[in-house]
């Protein structure tokens, strides 16, 4: 639009001067993000000015660290520590698996799921053996046993367990007609049978309400009381052979048939709103799940939970801490991770997000068995998790493509939810996703 | 008598504001050259590719060596954290070729380029023809439109999450008010396509709308004055003056959003919190099949394996959109062609 003979700046076209601000500050912007980025790049190096060390500690969901930090740090001056939250295990093992692969950007303390810690273990050199004579026995047996290599190696210091009761609403309960009686309601919890059962009758009474929050929970609490779900002991894949398998896999999809579940991706946007709204009655609930549900169900009241599980007990989580051989301070990593999973702040960080302890010295401290949760009507919750744990009497084996076939397994039974596929289609597609696994 | 900021050979005196000096043509060759008039020669003749070399070195280190060394990879048996394992040859394109995910993911990506760049370049030619007008306070209607890019797209992704939610979302609350009954964003393919188009046009129509905007900006005036004479209108000008004269920039804004829109991931990754693509592989794009095979089953090779052949597919719908592009943008516009 500039006419070169008109090169003159005139009153009649007032965009020019302006223009050359608009790119300055353009140009100034651009100038910032690449400072911005220089200065995220140089972000995770060590080593501060007044020469504290400084350890990160990578955690998913809540482990109840918040408070355990900032007591560490009080007690060595000298060490700082950073915790990195990610919202889901998912998230945070994809972005433990790419820093993996690439050598670096790890931090020195990464937390492990349960179901992630098979595949961990093949990986063990990627990662500091803790064996310490210290903590050798601080665990339940097969806790232990789950962060410890074939060879002896033991990789991660256990946090958590997640020993399974019912959590219920009791007012849902109530508008139905049924017991809200703790007690009373366990009764009604003792087999899977009188569990879907009961549930039949909810959904009759309360429209609009299903009866547990997801098929995939509800599958993966069944799945947890197996002895070998997917894979055999030398870790041959035997997920779709297994005929207990197959039977979850009924089960859960004639139950959904019958009109039980919501029908919602656990985990998904949905499912935490459907907290919010009745979306449902009960739900398979380790001990961790209680701060999920406080969260999600931020003002909603009666949530209860009973001192039952169908099938006898179920364990559906609890994780690790490890520490990865690229940190630049392992020793004080190890140490870190030693005294965060001790009895002591085990205990504290239960009291602070209901992740039941792993810890056998924490099992029978009146701290635990003491707890009661007011979100959750004042609930025992510290006694019904202990009687929870000692219920379980299966620890189902666990490969190194675990987590990959469950996943699978999950989405087949999702995809019936959404009504994308017949169980039938549902299952031949997992039988495929299985053997593409390989 | 074009005011566009033509290019011109480097050397001569491109700069000289707005075309008040003439452009000095190469003297025709002399019979005798001192060093210094040989020196200045060469510099006007290999100067510009000495100030051009920092990035095609650039280039060769992080843009050419990776896509050799994924070549590499993609014959082996790679695992991720494992790495290099046995010389497999071609077993791993063969893989792929049999995965039936290879192509709903292919077919998922194909219709959410569709969804997405189509209507992005249709909607930022639009806009920037619109804001090419005499608008009170342009600068920031111009910036506004930037406003999208500047977002992370994660943010975008989670604030997008929240409308389309199936069950508790903004768009089905919205769409229950009219009578009309709720999608099913996460469940039905085709739906799932259209909202992570959206997320996508969100965010890169502005940036494309900028860019031709500043094509149009250098569109001569006299050619409007002289259709307006003539008796052209609004639309009749946009059509048969700005379109076609801005034709090597809208070339560019398809091959650039033809790249991007086959490479889609961020959005397509945090449409749910698993992130493969939903419970049928419904949004799986090949990126994130990718991703899958070298981050979830970490291979890898099969990961590499992909990542050539997507390189190979971009290369062949990017030339087959210059080809129907420059065919259906008219035929004026030559002028940037060498």
């Known amino acids: 639009m500039q006419h070169p003979h008109l090169s003159r700046p005139r009153p009649s076209r007032p965009d020019r001067p302006r223009r050359r601000g608009w790119r300055a500050s353009l140009a100034l912007g651009a100038t910032g993000v690449l400072l911005l980025g220089l200065a995220a790049c140089g972000g995770d190096s060590e080593a501060d000015s007044d020469g504290k060390i400084t350890l990160t500690v990578a955690t998913f969901n809540e482990f109840g660290y918040e408070e355990l930090i900032k007591e560490y740090m009080e007690l060595n001056p000298d060490i700082k520590v950073v915790q990195k939250k990610t919202g889901t295990w998912e998230e945070h093992r994809d972005n433990l698996y790419t820093k993996l692969a690439a050598g670096s950007g790890l931090s020195d303390i990464e937390a492990i799921e349960g179901d992630g810690m098979p595949a961990i273990l093949e990986e063990a050199d990627a990662f500091v053996d803790l064996t310490d004579d210290e903590v050798d026995g601080r665990w339940l047996d097969w806790k232990q046993k789950a962060g410890t290599t074939s060879d002896g190696r033991l990789i991660g210091y256990g946090t958590d367990i997640g020993p399974e009761g019912i959590c219920y609403r009791a007012d849902l309960f109530e508008k139905a007609g049924l017991p809200t009686d703790r007690a009373e309601v366990a009764k009604l919890f003792e087999s899977w049978d009188s569990y879907f059962e009961t549930g039949k009758e909810f959904i009759k009474k309360v429209p609009g309400t299903a009866w547990y929050d997801s098929s995939k929970g509800t599958s993966q609490a069944m799945i947890n009381q197996l002895e070998y779900p997917f894979e055999d002991a030398d870790n041959n894949v035997v997920a779709t052979t297994n005929p207990e398998v197959k039977r979850v896999f009924d089960t859960v999809t004639s139950m959904q048939a019958a009109g039980l579940a919501t029908n919602l991706d656990q985990w998904s946007n949905d499912w935490v709103a459907a907290f919010q709204n009745d979306g449902f009655a009960t739900m398979a609930c380790p001990g961790w799940m209680l701060g999920v549900i406080e969260g999600n169900a931020d003002g909603v009241t009666g949530w209860d939970i009973a001192d039952a599980f169908p099938g006898g007990g179920g364990n559906w989580g609890g994780s690790f801490l490890t520490v990865p051989a690229q940190s630049e301070h392992p020793e004080e990593a190890k140490a870190l991770a030693a005294w965060l999973t001790a009895p002591e702040q085990q205990l504290k960080a239960f009291e602070a997000k209901g992740t039941f302890p792993s810890q056998v010295e924490a099992l029978d401290d009146p701290v635990l068995t003491g707890a009661t949760n007011a979100f959750f009507n004042d609930a025992p919750t510290g006694e019904i998790l202990s009687n929870r744990a000692q219920a379980v009497t299966i620890q189902p084996y666990k490969g190194p493509k675990y987590a990959d076939i469950i996943t699978a397994f999950q989405n087949a039974v999702l995809r019936v939810d959404e009504g994308q596929e017949s169980p039938d289609e549902a299952w031949e597609s997992f039988v495929a996703d299985v053997e593409r696994i390989g | ?338």
């Open chain 2, 1 to 338: 008598m074009t005011s566009r900021p033509v290019l011109t050979p480097a050397g001569d005196t491109a700069s000289s504001p707005a075309g008040v000096t003439p452009l000095s043509p190469l003297p025709d060759e002399p019979l005798r050259l001192t060093f210094r008039q040989r020196l200045s020669r060469w510099d006007v003749r290999f100067a510009p590719y000495l100030y051009i070399s920092p990035f095609f070195l650039l280039f060769l280190v992080v843009g050419m060596f990776p896509l050799v060394f994924t070549g590499w990879v993609s014959v082996h048996e790679w695992s991720l954290i494992g790495g290099k394992g046995e010389f497999v040859g071609l077993d791993n394109y063969r893989a792929v070729f049999e995965d039936r995910y290879f192509w709903r993911a292919l077919r998922n990506t194909v219709s959410i380029f569709l969804l997405s760049s189509i209507p992005q370049v249709l909607i930022a030619l639009l806009l920037a023809g619109l804001l090419d007008t005499t608008l009170r306070g342009r600068t920031f209607w111009r910036m506004s439109i930037l406003l999208p890019f500047v977002v992370a797209p994660a943010a975008v992704a989670l604030i997008f999450g929240n409308l389309f939610g199936d069950r508790y979302g903004l768009i089905n609350s919205a769409l229950d008010v009219v009578g009309i009954d709720a999608i099913a964003w996460h469940v039905n393919t085709l739906a799932s396509h259209v909202a992570i188009a959206s997320m996508v046009n969100w965010r890169w129509t502005g940036y494309n709308a900028l860019i031709l905007l500043a094509a149009m900006q250098a569109v001569p005036r006299d050619l409007y004055e002289s259709a307006s004479i003539d008796g052209a209108g609004r639309v009749r000008q946009f059509f048969s003056i700005t379109v076609p004269m801005v034709k090597p920039t809208l070339i560019f804004v398809i091959i650039t959003s033809t790249i991007g829109g086959l490479q889609i991931f961020t959005e397509a990754r945090l449409f749910d919190n698993v992130g493969l693509g939903g419970s049928d592989r419904q949004w799986q794009t090949v990126t994130l099949y990718l991703w899958e095979l070298g981050w979830r089953l970490r291979n890898l090779g099969m990961a590499s394996a992909v990542a050539w052949l997507l390189f190979v597919f971009i290369c062949l719908v990017a030339l087959l959109n210059l080809y129907l592009s420059r065919r259906i943008a008219g035929g004026v516009g030559r002028r940037v062609t060498r």
